[in-house]
């Protein structure tokens, strides 16, 4: 790793240690391996909406030639958002691809992140199956985002409805995460789900 | 024919009339709408002439506006190379025009964006570059127009990285939300590696031509002219170099009479239902009379059975007899009346049948002019025995050639009828184009039908065939050619 790139992390490290963010729990950098070009984010899900209360873990890869070119960074923890791939955790979202500054940091990037749980941009999806239910079943959207939060992010609001309707799939034999992806993406209506996973 | 073969005859052609109907405006007027829609004026040029044409710009606006020629040129090149039209802006609004050319900042009063740490005042030797995090002496950073300040080294290796992706003029300044961009000698300054350098004049130079109106770039292969016209338009160009042909407008394959956009909608779709189509591809069809197998193996549709002597059409199957030149349909698609009452899945087979009429007609012409291409190799062939046996000279058989070279040009302008038919509404106005497209094609038709069996060189009744099926292509891309 270019020795400006190792540096510069060194720097940014520190300097995310030591911010305001982190006393108030809402971002965390950590280490994976002693190259420095992988890290571990966390950000803690904005107030307000349907992440508040989850923890969201992330990856970051920061490429030889950081900063001048942005960290690439995806979700590891599931998460319901229509600028976040459901199945891979890839986002999308301007700064860490055409919109980089070199003046830009990891900080300001788990700051963006967080913004965009906050207010996210269905006209510029990544999700195109999240962002259709949040443009036309808005209120089945908030459920199913607080649903995945408390599923996979450790927050408060468990749907039960939802989890019956998950449990009846995984009685057909399917497993749990198919059945879960599959009653979201069909606004949980298990009849359809069932006609998605058997047809 | 190239361009200036058309315009030379295209004058004649005026002259005459002007002299015979001196003083009749009427008739000149008609004159003047007889003028060849595809005439088109333009130069090949070569790389340096087109640097020299660039830096005569660059040298032109920076003495008018006395301002850097670096500084000139990206003023051109965000702006669109108007010297007028930039030299007024500025003269109005040279705030406005550097920052709608995103030279200098929107807000003036730019924080000093030198982070929050130890910013690189006067009182402080040793600032911090913010994107290294290295403290430097002052001297060793560098700003653009906003202010943001940044070490030399980290300039360097921002430009390095951006020119190895292959961006050169878009390349800005590293500040965090900041659009403002890096002039060529603020950039070339900074790189050290010759490597480089070479290449971001070298895709600079591909921005620059791309963002001038006037100038296009040769589509073909390995090829590096550049077409300059004055007037930028949809029309036909032949590259003096490599004789590639295309649209000066969108630098596809040439398309008249349809518009850059119908031709783009087209050919997406053609590539989306390739396989629906496919089917029909294939190279064969049975003769409608006896059902014998049979083989295309020229361009002309008029075909005859070489079994039972059954004259019929290629593409409809019909009898060749009511193609004659009173009623001939086969390229015209007839939409089904009360299409809006019907099921859902009958509006989309409909669809679907209407789609595959006219790429069904698109296609085959297409595999026509192969077809014919492989004509003009074997009426060469043929020309070269005629002579051997001493029936005609080789001129005399000349005539044959400018015969074939002009189908070639006659069906390649049918075959992008057919688009432009597909997105056309119905109405008079289409049943018109319908109605040329129907005598283009019969001509083009009957001169294929000609040329293949031309055996004496008897050329006036080919001479004729000839006219008419130009006169066809002439009338209908007047009527309906719209740049």
């Known amino acids: 790793m270019a020795n400006i790139a190792t540096q510069r992390i060194k720097r940014e490290f520190k300097e ?4 305001e963010e982190v006393a108030r729990c809402a971002i965390r950098i950590d280490l994976v391996n002693d190259s420095w070009s992988e890290l571990r984010g966390e950000i803690a899900g904005p107030p307000d909406t349907p992440y508040e ?127 879960r992806a599959v009653l979201s993406a069909n606004n949980w209506d298990l009849e359809r789900a069932t006609e998605t996973i058997f047809s | 024919m190239s361009a200036e073969d058309q315009d030379s005859e295209c004058e004649i052609e005026d002259e005459d009339y002007d002299n015979y109907y001196l003083s009749n405006e009427e008739e000149l007027e008609l004159a003047d709408y007889k003028k060849d829609p595809e005439s088109f ?51 109005a609004d040279a705030h406005g025009t550097l920052v709608t050319a995103k030279v200098k900042p929107a807000n ?52 390095e990285v951006q020119v190895i992706e292959g961006v050169s003029t878009s390349i800005g300044c590293m500040g965090q939300d900041c659009i403002v961009l890096a002039p060529e000698d603020f950039v070339l300054a900074l790189i050290n590696k010759p490597n480089i350098r070479e290449k971001y004049q070298r895709f600079a130079f591909r921005d620059y031509v791309k963002s001038h109106p006037q100038l296009r770039f040769c589509p073909g292969p390995n090829c590096d002219i550049i077409v300059r016209s004055k007037e930028p338009m949809a029309k036909s160009v032949v590259c003096h170099q490599c004789k590639s042909r295309f649209c000066f407008k969108c ?55 070489y079994n039972c002597k059954h004259d ?27 299409i809006a009452y019907e099921s859902v899945h009958a509006q989309a087979r409909e669809a679907l049948k209407k789609y595959l009429h006219y790429y069904e007609r ?73 109605y040329q497209q129907a005598q283009l094609e019969a001509e083009i038709e009957n001169l294929s039908w000609k040329i293949e069996r031309a055996e004496t060189t008897d050329r006036g009744d080919l001479q004729n065939q000839m006219d008419i099926a130009e006169k066809r292509r002439s009338i209908l891309l007047k009527d309906f050619l719209e740049v």
């Not at chain 2, 920076?62 to 030299?87: D, M, Y």
């Not at chain 2, 600032?127 to 290295?134: D, E, I, L, N, Q």
């Not at chain 2, 002052?138 to 940044?150: M, R």
């Not at chain 2, 779709?269 to 083989?295: R, V």
């Open chain 2, 108 to 159: 003036n009063n730019v924080p000093k964006p030198l982070m929050s740490h130890q910013p690189p005042s006067l009182n402080n030797n040793n600032p911090m570059c913010p994107v290294c995090y290295a403290h430097q002496p002052v001297e060793f950073f560098k700003a653009l127009a906003c202010g943001h300040q940044f070490c030399k080294e980290c300039w360097s290796s921002h430009f």
């Open chain 1, 16 to 19: 995310v240690v030591k911010s």
């Open chain 1, 53 to 179: 209360g989850g923890v969201f873990a992330l990856e970051i890869v920061v490429p030889e030639t950081y900063p001048f070119n942005p960290p690439k960074v995806r979700f590891l923890t599931k998460i319901w958002h229509p600028n976040i791939s459901s199945v891979t955790g890839a986002i999308c979202l301007d700064i860490l691809k055409d919109q980089w500054a070199a003046a830009m940091t990891l900080r300001t990037v788990l700051l963006s992140l967080q913004a965009l749980l906050a207010a996210a941009e269905p006209d510029d999806p990544q999700d195109a199956v999240v962002a259709r239910q949040y443009k036309e079943y808005h209120n089945i959207f908030k459920t199913t985002a607080q649903h995945w939060t408390a599923v996979y992010a450790g927050g408060p609001n468990r749907i039960a409805e939802y989890e019956n309707r998950v449990t009846r799939l995984i009685d057909m034999g399917v497993d749990e995460l198919t059945a």
């Open chain 2, 362 to 434: 698109w296609e085959n012409h297409s595999k026509s002019l192969r077809l014919e291409e492989q004509t003009l190799t074997r009426i060469k062939d043929r020309i070269e025995v005629k002579v051997m046996e001493s029936s005609g000279t080789w001129i005399d058989w000349q005539y044959l050639i400018d015969a074939a070279n002009l189908l070639a040009k006659c069906r390649y302008t049918l075959k992008y009828t057919y688009p432009y038919a597909y997105y056309m509404e119905s109405g008079p106005r289409k049943e018109l184009f319908e």
């Open chain 2, 251 to 305: 630098g596809t394959d040439y398309h008249a009479p349809t518009d850059c956009e119908t031709i783009k909608r087209w050919l997406t779709k053609c590539a989306d239902d390739s396989e629906t189509a496919n089917y029909i591809s294939a190279h064969t069809k049975d003769c409608p009379k006896c059902h014998i197998c049979i083989e295309k193996n020229g361009g002309c549709n008029h075909m005859q059975c």
């Open chain 2, 41 to 91: 004026q333009y130069e090949c040029l070569k790389v340096e002439e087109v640097e020299k044409l660039l830096n005569e710009l660059v040298e032109l606006l920076s003495l008018e506006i006395n301002v850097t020629p670096s500084l000139a040129k990206l003023l051109l090149h965000t702006l669109g190379w108007s010297i007028n039209e930039i030299v007024c802006m500025f003269r």
């Open chain 2, 312 to 338: 019929f059409c290629w593409m409809c199957l019909g009898d060749w007899k009511s193609h004659g030149s009173e009623y001939y349909e086969c390229s015209r698609y007839k939409e089904n009346p009360n």
